[in-house]
């Protein structure tokens, strides 16, 4: 079945500067990779996503690349500000049909003003 | 107001007993899912159900049983042979891409 690794586990950066997170997975037939924002007690949410025959997808200030090659993608936010301070997720399809997902083990993420 | 409800938000049982956590959507969707969430261990997929009466193991289904018998309901049971219980439990459904997350169930075993 998929894995997916995910690193950093944590990463600290100051206010303005940009963020990257990388996640590998194992299954070359994966087709859809989302990535999760958790906030401090409060739920998982969709911030972006990128399916695999495009190589890059950018909404706003965030942007989600991906190999297919190397089968990792990667999470960029760039001009990182205080409210980013999160938890973030990668996930990558558990079945075939890519309705069900397994996630990596997630990247806290400290912005300091 | 759309959306996936968990209740209760704490649980407390004692070591042996079966509990069942609650997970209801209102959003029409098809597919469901359960997770559970450790420290630094990410979300770990229990178990999935894509239709009414159809449901999946996911990777770490061993102590756990779910029903899918209506659309909006997807019951957890989480029983005496799950080793180690006490954890944060999501629950989630979708439609297409995108997962709505219900707020959690915090269960504790003692």
């Known amino acids: 079945g998929e894995n997916v690794e995910q690193h950093p586990s944590t990463l600290s950066v100051q206010e303005g500067d940009s963020a990257v997170i990388k996640c590998t997975y194992s299954d070359s037939a994966s087709n859809y990779f989302p990535w999760y924002k958790q906030e401090l007690g409060k739920r998982p949410q969709l911030i972006i996503d990128i399916r695999s025959n495009v190589g890059e997808k950018k909404d706003q200030r965030i942007a989600v690349t991906l190999n297919k090659t190397a089968k990792h993608f990667s999470l960029h936010i760039t001009e990182t500000q205080p409210e980013d301070s999160a938890v973030y997720f990668c996930a990558a399809p558990f079945n075939q049909a890519g309705t069900a997902l397994i996630f990596g083990k997630g990247t806290t993420l400290s912005v300091s003003s | 107001d759309g959306g996936i409800t968990q209740s209760p938000k704490y649980l407390f049982r004692k070591e042996g007993q079966n509990v069942t956590l609650s997970c209801e959507q209102n959003?029409?969707?098809?597919?469901m899912y359960w997770y559970r969430q450790d420290p630094g261990q990410g979300l770990r997929l229990i178990y999935y159900?894509?239709?009414?009466?159809?449901?999946q193991k996911g990777d770490i289904a061993e102590g756990y049983s779910v029903s899918r018998e209506k659309k909006e309901s997807f019951p957890l049971t989480v029983t005496s042979a799950q080793k180690n219980p006490t954890a944060f439990y999501l629950c989630a459904s979708s439609f297409g891409d995108g997962y709505t997350f219900g707020s959690g169930t915090r269960l504790t075993v003692v």
């Open positions: 959003l029409n969707h098809d597919a």
């Open positions: 159900s894509q239709i009414v009466n159809d449901f």
